[in-house]
């Protein structure tokens, strides 16, 4: 898995403080790269749910991730984040991540606001947010 990775993503997923059985929101993670990786990371007890806005997107990461979305280690979602709400009685998540989400990285500030609003509603308290906007990773603040 890890050899699908482009250097700039190995470094991304290397930098998340990731656990087995943690459950992580991937933010504008199609193809599935990235999340094929982290789900193995947080192995059989964890999941990752990517997030993108693309319908193409979306479907070409169930395609990639069949494996891991047939085993339920991984699922998707097709909206933006400053859009998005959880199914209700989805579980929270623990660590949330993004890389190039102009919402997240200060090419759309006006989205900034209500992304970060969704993205606190969908991690448990004190859930962490991670934006490629430092080296690799910057951690934001979501109180």
């Known amino acids: 898995m890890t050899s699908e990775l482009s ?3 190995r470094r991304v997923v290397d930098a ?3 656990e087995p059985g943690m459950r992580v929101l991937e933010i504008g993670g199609a193809p599935g790269a990235a ?4 789900a193995a990371r947080v192995g059989p007890r964890g999941h ?13 990461t169930r395609a990639n991730c069949r494996l891991e979305v047939d085993a339920g280690r991984l699922s ?3 909206a933006a984040v400053e ?6 009685g989805t579980a929270l998540f623990d660590l949330a991540f993004a890389c190039r989400v102009g919402a997240l990285d200060g090419r759309h500030p006006r989205l900034y606001a209500p992304a970060l609003a ?9 859930g962490r947010l991670y934006v490629d906007t430092g080296s690799p990773l910057s951690a934001i603040r979501l109180e």
């Open 83 to 88: 859009d998005f709400e959880l199914e209700p």
């Open 48 to 60: 990752v749910l990517v997030l993108d806005r693309s319908e193409a997107g979306i479907r070409r």
């Open 16 to 18: 998340l403080p990731l």
């Open 35 to 38: 999340a094929r990786e982290v």
């Open 118 to 126: 969704n993205i606190r509603t969908a991690l448990v308290p004190n």
């Open 76 to 78: 998707t979602m097709c």
């Open 7 to 9: 250097p700039r993503l």
